[in-house]
């Protein structure tokens, strides 16, 4: 028996697919979101194969298939929201960066996991429980050279995520970003050309579905940092009571 439904963009290869199965093999239901559908498809005869049931949705979160998605959520009782689909432009300095790229970025990194957890935030509330898991990166706690677009749409969401689960606090919804390191996926390989050095995106999936049955205590609005297979948490009230004084070097 399935114990809720959960939701995963981007989740046609790399992580988005572990998480969608290691989701499966935890016993949710599955609604799995990206724009090529022969490899939706794919996943889905794998997530039946493991007994639960699998609903694919194709096409641009950006456009109808956003709208479309979100409608779905607001008729939903989806338990497990993850914003996983991102845009990561090939790495350029900032003057070679054109407008497009720059909305194209922020619109899938950004605005789309605005929207969709504007769509389910009010039926979880209803249910008094769910998760929403943002993910992040690495690139969005440390800034990378000629990847300034990707970055800055990391940091926003990481912003986002942490102002958000303060709004959820007392409603029975853990809101929570995730920020993994370099993962041995197609999109890592075509940018940097190093995956099969970086972590495996199975193990990333496996800790971070560990977070949501809570077998990883990660507080509301913290962190969820994971390289080479560790991970350690950032609780958002890292600066809570650090007194400044002129000059003086802070650890983050």
Not at 79 to 106: G, K, M
Not at 217 to 231: K, S, T
Request: net charge neutral; aromatic share 6%.
């Amino acid at each position: 028996m399935a114990v809720g439904l959960a939701v995963v963009t981007g989740a046609s290869r790399g992580l988005g697919r572990e998480l969608a199965l290691v989701l499966a093999k935890e016993g949710y239901d599955l609604v799995v979101c990206a724009r090529g559908v022969k490899d939706l498809e794919a996943v889905r005869k794998e997530i039946l194969a493991l007994g639960q049931n699998c609903l694919t949705w194709a096409g641009d979160l950006t456009g109808s298939g956003g709208r479309d998605l979100r409608a779905f959520l607001e008729g939903s009782e989806a338990q497990v929201l993850i914003n996983n689909a991102a845009s990561t432009p090939q790495l350029q300095c900032l003057e070679e960066l054109t407008a497009t790229e720059y909305h194209r970025t922020f619109a899938l990194n950004v605005y789309v996991p605005y929207r969709l957890m504007q769509a389910a935030i009010p039926s979880m509330k209803k249910q008094g429980s769910g998760v929403i898991v943002n993910i992040c990166s690495f690139a969005g706690r440390r800034a990378i050279r000629n990847a300034s677009l990707y970055c800055a749409s990391k940091f926003a969401l990481r912003g986002m995520t942490e102002a958000v689960a303060q709004e959820l606090e007392g409603t029975g919804i853990r809101c929570f970003s995730c920020s993994p390191g370099g993962m041995n996926t197609s999109m890592r390989q075509q940018i940097f050309h190093d995956a099969d050095q970086q972590q495996a995106p199975a193990a990333v999936a496996q800790i971070i579905v560990d977070a949501i049955a809570g077998r990883v205590p990660v507080p509301q609005g913290a962190d969820l940092v994971i390289r080479g297979g560790e991970y350690a948490i950032v609780p958002r009230e890292q600066w809570t009571g650090v007194k400044l004084e002129r000059g003086q070097a802070v650890p983050v």
